[in-house]
């Protein structure tokens, strides 16, 4: 499953629409333009696009709260996904999601949630709708070290592994449960030897670099997809922000932050890989950040001119009956 300068180059680009959407969307909330706490994915980015690269069009993805990552990588447009955390009628979810709510059925990310491992069991169902239709789609489900900790986590992979299900679990391990560092709570250290007990294979690979994410979640899509079943991948990975805005890191030094900005950017690192290969040159590099920077520009301004949702809109989607997901 090696990594094409293609594969790169496409991967480095979401990379920096990543960052650059989610420090735009920071500077907005400050501003006072978007509605809500924001959950920053800066650090992560490695996780979202090495996997995220990897999947077909129809496969399915569930996130987390700190999802923004996950959807653009799926393949979000960031003008719709920037109208979403602003309210606006134009958004994802006409700007009833916000946030840790976006989901765009039309490219099968079923959806952020702001409720920790609550896409664990969803992710499970789609992967069993997928073996009962005879289709061949994989279901992903990106959850925190946390969320692990939780019985939605236990009772979705035990059923994945029973039914032997088309599904990848991915684990973004950063370290942290909100304000508590995972050795304060956590009786095992690795997420991945976790996956013994439901008798699939755990693999754990550093998230900030992703060469490794790639490689790792080839072998888990391709085992899945061809029906070998689950496979419990854990990402070692660092959220440069808080847990959330207003969070004032006490649990953490700065130092430990500035070393992992410092030497642990996947950006950097990957920007690095790159040009060890000759498949990153200076003006190429300058073009995907002028371009990335522009997009997310036309985003920010797109969110700033769209209207808002009109007053008859406010119990439209909200409840819906039980509908088939394509
Ligand atoms: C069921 C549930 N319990 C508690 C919370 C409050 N909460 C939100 S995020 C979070 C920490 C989650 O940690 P982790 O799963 O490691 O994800 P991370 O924030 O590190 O990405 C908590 C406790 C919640 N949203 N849902
Ligand atoms: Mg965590």
Redesign the pocket.
């Known amino acids: 499953m090696d990594l094409s300068a293609d594969v790169c180059l496409k991967i480095y680009t979401d990379m920096w629409r990543i960052r650059l959407f989610e420090e735009e969307a920071d500077r907005q909330t400050n501003l006072g333009n978007v509605v809500g706490t924001l959950?920053m994915y800066c650090g992560?980015e490695a996780v979202a696009t090495g996997v995220c690269a990897n999947l077909r069009d129809d496969d399915y993805v569930l996130g987390?709260?700190?999802s923004h990552g996950h959807c653009l990588a799926k393949g979000a447009k960031s003008d719709q996904m920037m109208a979403e955390l602003w309210g606006k009628a134009t958004g994802t979810c006409k700007g009833k999601g916000g946030s840790m709510h976006v989901a765009d059925f039309s490219l099968n990310m079923l959806g952020a949630n702001?409720?920790?491992?609550?896409g664990i069991g969803p992710t499970t169902g789609t992967a069993l709708a997928s073996k009962l239709r005879g289709t061949d789609q994989v279901s992903v489900c990106f959850?925190?070290?946390?969320?692990?900790a939780?019985g939605t986590f236990h009772e979705a992979i035990a059923m994945g592994s029973l039914w032997t299900l088309p599904v990848v679990y991915v684990c973004?391990?950063?370290g942290?449960?909100?304000w508590v560092p995972?050795e304060n709570v956590a009786v095992v250290d690795s997420v991945a030897d976790m996956a013994a007990s439901y008798s699939i294979p755990g693999v754990s690979v550093d998230g900030q670099d992703v060469v490794e994410v790639y490689e790792a979640a080839g072998e888990a899509v391709k085992r899945a997809r061809e029906g070998g079943g689950p496979t419990l991948l854990e990402a070692r990975t660092y959220?440069f922000y808080g847990?959330?805005l207003g969070d004032e890191q006490q649990y953490r030094t700065t130092e430990e932050v500035d070393e992992w900005k410092q030497n642990r950017d996947p950006i950097k690192l990957l920007a690095q890989f790159m040009r060890d290969r000759n498949w990153l040159s200076e003006e190429q590099d300058q073009t995907i950040q002028a371009n990335a920077k522009a997009e997310i520009s036309a985003a920010t301004k797109f969110a700033e001119e769209s209207p808002w949702p009109s007053a008859e809109e406010v119990e439209t989607d909200v409840v819906a009956p039980v509908q088939e997901v394509a």
């Open positions: 959950h992560e987390t709260h700190r702001g409720i920790v491992g609550a959850f925190g070290d946390g969320a692990a939780r973004e391990n950063n942290y449960q909100q995972r959220r847990h959330s």
